[in-house]
């Protein structure tokens, strides 16, 4: 495989989409090594064509706020690659969604879902749409009006969207709401639902608490236990929340969250009716954290992102590239024992080497993070077969999902020395399986 002839081209097709080609130009540069030890992939040009998406969709959306004047976002979805199912990504809702933060998302989506051990293909979609500061009304208008076109590209069996940033449970219920009575269909399209209309048990706590089930393992694998660590968080929606739960349940401290205005540190540790308030805090939709600093008496730290802090464990869980070079170097300097991506891409590529470089321990987003997009195949299960399981029930299948998830990086990534690199090792492990998938298919 060419990787440099691969990324110019894709360079010059895909001008300036910076996420897009940082997500390729990762999972290529780790494969390198299995796609030698198979030439019939080389043959069947399955990197070039595994790096382009199977379609994408480009709508407008045009909507009214609650002073009457009409609104004009983009909305879009990138179906990336469904060898090995349906379609299944999130949708995201913020400003600075464009083609390539969607595409890098869609991408990273196919080789995650593959991971799962679930029958799903990559895919992800959103809009420009800024729900910050928006009314309900608002918010539901927009909903609506973006799904008038978006239903006629998905379906239960075709392509099944979900949340991501900016969309939750109550975007994911005005979207549904609004697929139902167009389709006139009742079938879960959409996962990530409320409970009454087909939602599953913990959906919203799964990409924290899977994010945690992995850390933990990637901790017992260098034979540290999570107990008693510090834990840096960043973010403060529903995967901080998640995690900051899961932490504290297995004993570790978190000691900081963020926003767009800066970080919290509590010394003294998020806990309890903390953890609640970040719920709280998401729902006023304002996208700042200061407020818990005045609430619960600690530090607030403005324009300033929480990997300063001196912490065994950094989690983050808000958005790409939010940890760079100088953040991995400060980490590490202050003997940082893991690193897990519960965000999409958390890292940049630099921060990443520099993890690996001094062996430690970094679990990339497609592998920490997949406890949601799994929870979510869980739900689409339990829609197809019309009945409900216990909390208990998916809380176990996810766990057992992350085991396994962990367990192919492990058997992918391990290195002559012993140490384990989880890129590697997961782009390796979901690579192959969609590989094999379209080889077996043919060239469509
Ligand atoms: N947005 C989540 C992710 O990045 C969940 C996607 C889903 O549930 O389909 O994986």
């Known amino acids: 495989m060419n990787i440099e002839k691969i990324m110019l081209s894709l360079e010059s097709k895909h ?51 609650d002073r009457g004047e009409i609104q004009i976002n983009l909305g879009y979805r990138v179906q990336f ?50 729900p910050k500061g928006k009314s309900d009304a608002e918010v539901m208008r927009f909903c609506q009006a973006f799904m008038l076109e978006l239903w006629r590209y998905i379906g239960s069996e075709t392509d099944i969207p979900a949340g991501d940033i900016g969309v939750g449970g109550r975007e994911i219920g ?33 990409t924290g608490f899977g994010g945690l089930y992995f850390v933990k ?30 932490a504290t349940e297995m004993g570790a401290k978190v ?17 309890g009716e903390k953890i609640d308030y970040l719920l709280e805090l998401r729902a006023t939709c304002n996208d700042i954290v200061e407020p818990y600093a005045e609430k619960f008496g600690a530090k607030f730290i403005p324009d300033r992102r929480p990997w300063e802090l001196k912490v065994d464990i950094a989690l983050p869980c808000a958005t790409q590239n ?12 202050n003997g940082v024992l893991c690193v897990g991506e519960i965000s999409n891409m958390g890292c940049t590529p630099e921060a990443i080497e520099h993890f690996i470089e001094k062996k430690i321990l970094y679990g990339p987003g497609k592998a920490v993070n997949a406890g949601g997009v799994a929870t979510s195949g869980l739900e689409m299960t339990q829609n197809a077969m019309h009945i409900s399981w216990t909390a208990e029930e998916v809380d176990k299948k996810l766990h057992q999902i992350m085991s396994d998830i962990h367990a192919q990086c492990v058997k992918y990534g391990r290195e002559q020395d012993g140490y384990v690199n989880y890129m590697k090792g997961a782009n390796v492990a979901g690579f192959l399986k969609v590989a094999k998938a379209m080889m077996a298919q043919g060239v469509i």
Do not use: C
Not at 37 to 52: D, G, M, Q, T
Not at 94 to 116: D, P, R
Not at 221 to 226: C, E, K, N, R, S
């Open 15 to 65: 001008k300036g989409e910076t996420e897009y080609l940082q997500a390729v130009h990762e999972v290529l540069s780790t494969i390198e090594q299995i796609y030698k030890e198979h030439p019939e992939f080389e043959k069947a040009k399955i990197a070039e064509r595994l790096v382009e998406p199977d379609r994408i969709f480009t709508f407008k959306v045009p909507w009214v706020d």
């Open 81 to 130: 690659n469904n060898a090995i199912g349906p379609y299944k990504g999130g949708l995201r809702f913020h400003s600075s969604v464009n083609l390539s933060i969607l595409k890098f998302l869609g991408f990273e989506q196919i080789f995650k879902n593959a991971l799962t051990t679930l029958p799903m293909g990559g895919a992800k979609g959103g809009s420009d749409f800024n």
């Open 174 to 206: 005005y979207l549904y709401g609004m697929y139902r009575k167009l389709a006139r269909v009742n079938t879960g399209v959409l996962t990530g639902k409320n409970l009454e209309f087909g939602g599953s048990l913990i959906r919203p706590e799964a």
């Open 217 to 246: 393992q990637m901790l017992e694998t260098a034979g540290i236990d999570i107990k008693g660590k510090t834990i840096a968080l960043s973010g403060f929606g529903n995967v901080a929340w998640g995690a900051a739960s899961k």
């Open 255 to 271: 000691i900081s969250i963020s926003g767009p205005d800066g970080y919290i540190f509590d010394e003294n540790g998020i806990t």
């Open 322 to 333: 939010e940890l760079d070079e100088e953040d991995a170097k400060m980490l590490v300097k």
